[in-house]
């Protein structure tokens, strides 16, 4: 997209709304002097833009998209609507009008998990033609250049990391693991992630809810686990 002008509002429009509607086509035009032909034009969010009236009114949901209707046909660009999930996530909060209206539907969807944050970008509709592949990304931070400026952005990258599949640890391998933390912060309370065991320094430290101990080697095997799940670096004998 380098190269491609982009202009941002500093509000949003109430599409509904003659007068304001008005005074965004009015603004388009001047746009569209200056640069050429509009690709795409933007409504971020629904909400925000939709102005008075009732999401889940199909009349006011549709009257809506004929005022975005218009723009399409007028300029004969795309309009990307950019809305929330409902409680479940399931499918587009208000009206079923504003799902019968798309060309095109994605999903975008965060998750955060080892602390660093994941988006997915799936395809849900398409009124035409095969279907996209999902996409995951993963949030990159980064500082932003200036002359005193202290402020960080972000972009998202492309991952092939499986942040979806979930940790799916055995009864003992808990018992492990929290020995391990356990021991860790008793050894070393200001920097506990510096401590190092061997598989013999927690013999008689895991019980399980009877009072028997883990044996040493028993203990070995599920570190041996973690560290298939990167959760543990493998330096033990």
Do not use: W
């Amino acid at each position: 997209l380098s190269g491609i002008p982009l202009y941002l509002s500093d509000r949003a429009v109430r599409i509904g709304d003659k007068d304001d509607f008005e005074r965004l086509t009015q603004e388009i035009e001047a746009i569209k002097a200056i640069e050429g032909d509009i690709g795409m034009i933007v409504v971020d969010t629904f909400q925000r833009n939709f102005g008075g009236g009732n999401e889940n009114s199909a009349e006011d949901v549709g009257n809506f998209i004929h005022q975005l209707d218009g723009l399409i046909s007028v300029y004969g660009c795309n309009v990307c609507i950019v809305h929330h999930s409902g409680h479940e996530g399931n499918r587009a909060r208000g009206s079923s009008v504003i799902g019968a209206s798309l060309d095109y539907e994605f999903k975008v969807q965060r998750t955060d998990k080892s602390e660093e944050m994941f988006v997915s970008f799936q395809q849900t509709l398409n009124k035409d033609g095969q279907g996209m592949a999902e996409k995951n990304f993963v949030f990159k931070e980064v500082d932003l250049i200036g002359e005193g400026l202290e402020l960080t952005s972000g972009f998202l990258e492309e991952t092939q990391i499986d942040f979806k599949s979930k940790d799916k640890l055995t009864y003992k391998q808990k018992l492990v693991l929290s020995a391990l933390e356990v021991q860790a912060i008793i050894t070393n309370k200001d920097n506990p992630e510096d401590v190092y065991f061997f598989p013999k320094d927690l013999k008689g430290k895991v019980s399980d809810s009877n009072g028997n101990d883990l044996s040493v080697e028993s203990i070995k095997k599920i570190l041996y686990k973690f560290a298939e799940y990167n959760k543990l670096s493998p330096k033990f004998d």
